[in-house]
Nanobody
Framework: QVQLVESGGGLVQAGESLRLSCAHS????????MGWVRQAPGKERECVAA????????YYADSVKGRFTISRDHGKNMVYLQMNSLKPEDTAIYYC????????????????WGQGTQVTVSS
């Protein structure tokens, strides 16, 4: 299991930006695939972005393509989610997720999860 700690959530207005950060405990991060999964009240869990261990490949949900960017810094054991042009429908708890199987991250079934950080976008 990988220890994950998110930060950076908050309350913003529509059109503004936020950057989420996730600190992880695994120094062999090239073998750990990571992603950001959000959960809004009454909605299904959705992986909005994922990145492979080496950072060579990324995935984005259609709902965030062109607005969100996932990146990772191996030297700092960090993963980031830059969220631009935020919309009220982006309001959710955002979780950092990690697994050795990238498919599990994308389908929201990763083995390791952070505690989540709330993102609220007002109209």
């Amino acid at each position: 299991q990988v220890q994950l700690v998110e930060s950076g959530g908050g309350l913003v207005q529509a059109g503004e930006s936020l950057r989420l950060s996730c600190a992880h405990s695994n120094s062999s991060c090239s073998s750990i695939h990571m992603g950001w999964v959000r959960q809004a009240p009454g909605k299904e869990r959705e992986c909005v972005a994922a990145i492979t261990g080496r950072g060579s490949s990324t995935y984005y949900a259609d709902s965030v393509k062109g607005r969100f960017t996932i990146s990772r810094d191996h030297g700092k054991n960090m993963v980031y989610l830059q969220m631009n042009s935020l919309k009220p429908e982006d309001t959710a708890i955002y979780y950092c997720a990690a697994d050795r199987n990238p498919k599990l991250v994308v389908i929201g079934r990763a083995g390791s999860w952070g505690q989540g950080t709330q993102v609220t976008v007002s109209s």
